[in-house]
């Protein structure tokens, strides 16, 4: 069984620019969570999507963005790039609406802002 | 005040140790208690979760919950160089509806 996949693997993004970062989750999941991992900060929650609605959000600007398609995979979007927007976003997938319990990490995209 | 706290490390023991790795938390509301491992370049994989007080042995690893301090703690017993990784903890509350991770600890085991 395929796991939490991301893509991009790499992304790097000038600042001031937009970037798009993709998850599908594990098949039969419907709730897809976004989590930054800055280096020494430990996992920022981001974002929660479950059924296409956004269920919970972190303390995050809105430029941070993101939303759930029919197939449950995801998308996460930051527009006005900064250099601090430089992480790891992992993307997490739970069968439920868990609000991250037994939620799958994906691999992760690394971020950097130039 | 972070809500979950954890020292970084790094924490660099020999093989076959018994590993102490510890979190403290500041809300009471916290149920659920989560251990995860995340070795480089990875994402995290949950090990083991607790609800409220109490043990839980998983083979090598223990998690423990001590609610009346606040205080979470993961064992490994009988390390190995692969149990070499960064140990992240996590409490979650309903009420929250997110994870809240601490910092992470990293764990280096040498032969």
């Known amino acids: 069984e395929a796991g939490v996949t991301q893509s991009p693997t790499h992304l790097i993004k000038t600042r001031g620019q937009q970037a798009t970062l993709r998850c599908s989750p594990i098949?039969?999941?419907?709730?897809v969570y976004w989590y930054q991992q800055a280096l020494g900060l430990g996992l920022q929650f981001l974002l929660w999507?479950?059924?296409?609605?956004?269920?919970n959000r972190g303390n995050f600007p809105p430029r941070f963005s993101g939303r759930q398609f029919p197939n449950y995979s995801s998308e996460l979007n930051v527009n006005a790039l900064e250099l601090e927007d430089s992480a790891l976003y992992l993307c997490?997938?739970?069968?439920?609406?868990?609000?991250?319990?037994?939620?799958?990490f994906g691999q992760g995209t690394r971020l950097t802002v130039v | 005040q972070k809500e979950v706290e954890q020292d970084p490390g790094p924490l660099s023991v020999p093989e076959g140790a018994i590993v102490s790795l510890n979190c403290t938390y500041s809300?009471?509301?916290?149920?659920?208690f989560m251990w995860y491992r995340q070795y480089s370049r990875k994402g995290p994989e949950l090990l083991m979760y607790?609800?409220?007080?109490g043990n839980k042995e998983d083979g090598r690893f223990t998690a423990q919950v001590d609610k009346s301090s606040k205080y979470i703690s993961l064992f490994i017993r009988d390390s190995q160089p692969s149990d070499s990784a960064t140990y992240l903890c996590?409490?979650?509350?309903?009420?929250?509806?997110?994870?809240?991770f601490g910092a992470g600890t990293r764990l280096a085991v040498h032969p």
């Open positions: 997490a997938s739970s069968l439920g609406d868990t609000g991250g319990l037994e939620a799958f």
């Open positions: 098949s039969g999941h419907t709730s």
């Open positions: 999507y479950d059924e296409g609605e956004e269920r």
């Open positions: 809300n009471s509301a916290f149920q659920y």
């Open positions: 607790t609800y409220s007080s």
């Open positions: 996590a409490a979650f509350s309903g009420g929250y509806n997110k994870l809240i």
